[in-house]
């Protein structure tokens, strides 16, 4: 991607922002009033769909990367000496751009008032729109659709769009898998990215019955909203379906994003990125709106609405896979529930850091933790979550707006995802604006209104990086 010194302001009309002081609900004369349900009959044939969007294509990537380019530096500096478990670098340094003639520390400085009238919050901390935000739609990183078309001859690739964030800014991949019933064995993944074709052979013997049919199923693809059968797909084959492990890599995350399927209408909708499933057994809240507070109901609800875009309409028309709670939801749960966090050999018992392993950068990092960082208020040990949800309220900081189709209003209530094992796992927040744990640091540090200094926020991504 080619560097521009150009804001999202100044990019091109469909990445322009607008400002929409008390008109955010204001509908266009002439247009039709916004609608709950999609379109369950398809207006145009495949082939006229298929030529359409995929001509768009190019121009909707081109403005894509522009706007990406227009908020972050996003040139591949590794962090030295920091790696992820297998050994893919980590990315270091704030790279979310400043406005310009504005320092970080000037700008913590501000009040949240301040930052809004002047319109100073960087553009890289404000919601991260999808590629085709009036589109949408799950979209998978390269390497991934890659790799799954060697295994199993699926294609994963969509004719109208691509994904957006370079694959340096992602988890590595493979993603190293720990058990909770078998931590002996480390990584189990045997190096392979988990597939229908090759599960069997690398679990049989380590899981029980019921476990390796979780798996099965968890790796078994079914119909979803652009990859299916019917003539409104975004595959240009009819196609089998994804896969519950296709953006939960591994058990982990590739960093696949879509929109959450519970906001209507279209440009209100938050772009989500995938978490990480490491750890879900301590968790207690689901679901993009964390209304599920189940394993099991978040597998049975990801089937029949999230694959579906929250339309049961549609799921029925492109045909949902109905599961079984007693036994095929049970099952997959069960295995969800034995991914375990990546080891932190400098954590004790109670996942506080042992004074004998750490350097003096990372205690420093973890009494700012505690204290002026206000971290642990939400972040709670030992596994550095509190199992609420907390509304940031990060619209103190701007005016609702429109960048590329997507409506911003603020992020709502988000839960507090564990900390453990933080480092595998970038992008960062709900919708992965945050590309580095500096770049999130930053941003809790103004949200927050911690007024942390330089060497304090640099001790505490040294101590985050333990976890």
């Not at 350097?359 to 972040?379: I, M, N, P, W």
Request: hydrophobic residues 35%; glycine residues 8%.
């Amino acid at each position: 991607m080619k560097k521009t010194r150009k804001t999202a302001v100044g990019i091109s009309v469909a990445v322009a922002i607008a400002i929409l002081p008390g008109l955010v609900h204001t509908q266009d004369k002439g247009q039709p009033p916004p609608s709950s349900y999609m379109p369950v009959v398809a207006k145009e044939d495949f082939n006229t769909t298929y030529q359409r969007m995929k001509a768009a294509k190019a121009g909707l990537m081109r403005r894509q990367a522009e706007l990406l380019a227009g908020r972050y530096d996003l040139s591949n500096k590794a962090a030295p000496g920091v790696t992820m478990f297998r050994g893919k670098p980590v990315q270091e340094g704030v790279r979310v751009k400043l406005p310009r003639g504005t320092s970080w520390a000037e700008l913590a400085a501000l009040s949240p008032d301040e930052v809004r009238n002047r319109d100073l919050f960087p553009t890289g901390f404000l919601p991260l729109p999808h590629p085709n935000h009036p589109e949408g739609g799950m979209l998978f990183p390269q390497f991934h659709i890659d790799e799954i078309l060697k295994q199993e001859g699926r294609d994963l690739n969509r004719f109208d769009l691509e994904f957006d964030l370079p694959d340096h800014f992602l988890p590595e991949f493979p993603a190293p898998i720990f058990l909770t019933t078998r931590p002996d064995l480390g990584d189990v993944s045997k190096g392979k990215q988990l597939t229908i074709d090759n599960f069997y052979d690398i679990f049989n013997g380590t899981l029980n019955p019921k476990q390796l049919e979780g798996l099965r199923l968890l790796l078994t693809p079914f119909p979803q909203q652009q990859f299916n059968q019917t003539e409104d797909r975004r595959s240009t084959k009819p196609s089998r379906g994804v896969a519950c492990f296709d953006c939960h890599a591994n058990g982990h995350t590739n960093g696949s994003t879509h929109l959450v399927g519970d906001i209507r209408p279209q440009p209100f909708r938050h772009r989500i990125e995938t978490p990480t499933l490491r750890g879900v057994n301590i968790q207690r809240l689901f679901g993009s709106q964390r209304g599920l507070k189940t394993i099991e109901d978040f597998t049975e609800f990801e089937q029949r609405a999230a694959y579906f875009d929250g339309d049961p309409v549609i799921a029925t028309k492109k045909g949902v896979n109905i599961l079984e709670r007693g036994s095929q939801v049970h099952f997959m749960s069960e295995f969800q529930s034995l991914l375990d966090f990546p080891p932190a050999p400098k954590l004790d018992v109670f996942g506080k850091l042992d004074p004998k392993k750490a350097t003096a950068a990372e205690l420093r990092g973890q009494t700012v933790f505690h204290g002026k960082g206000q971290c642990v208020s939400c972040h709670a040990l030992p596994f550095y979550t509190d199992n609420l949800m907390h509304n940031l309220k990060t619209e103190r900081f701007y005016k609702p707006r429109t960048i590329a189709g997507h409506t911003m209003v603020g992020d709502g209530p988000i839960k507090t995802f564990p900390l453990r094992g933080i480092k595998e796992s970038p992008p960062y927040l709900h919708d992965g604006r945050l590309l580095t744990l500096e770049d999130t640091v930053e941003f809790f540090n103004l949200v927050l209104e911690t007024k942390l200094d330089e060497k304090e926020k640099a001790d505490l991504v040294a101590f985050l990086r333990t976890l």
